[in-house]
């Protein structure tokens, strides 16, 4: 199993940053698609950004020019570095890793709280 462990999340005014982290344990980090998510009272998960073992990255286009993943393989770590948030991106953040070990696997972090203020 690959274990997720994130921090970053807290309470911003509109307008402000934020940078997410989420560690991951074990030795394939660098094989690994890595993905944010979010979830918001009320509504389903959705995904935020991704960014493959390569370094390709895609955003929902309600964050496209505001969020960027990026990730340092030597710390098993991705990064959603939030410019510009606004309250409607207030929600509960998820990291998650895709990985094959024998078989297809899905990992998730335990989630961080953002709250993004008027």
């Known amino acids: 199993q690959v274990q997720l462990v994130e921090s970053g999340g807290g309470l911003v005014q509109a307008g402000g940053s934020l940078r997410l982290s989420c560690v991951a344990s074990g030795s394939i980090f660098s094989m690994i698609t890595m993905a944010w998510y979010r979830q918001a009272p009320g509504k389903q998960r959705g995904l935020v950004a991704v960014i493959t073992s390569g370094g390709s990255t895609d955003y929902v286009d309600s964050v496209k020019g505001r969020f960027t993943i990026s990730r340092d393989n030597a710390k098993n770590t991705v990064y959603l570095q939030m410019n510009s948030l606004k309250p409607e991106d207030t929600a509960v953040y998820y990291c998650?890793?895709?990985?094959?070990?024998?078989?297809?696997?899905?990992?998730w972090g335990q989630g961080t709280q953002v709250t993004v203020s008027s």
């Open positions: 998650n890793a895709r990985y094959y070990s024998g078989v297809s696997k899905s990992s």
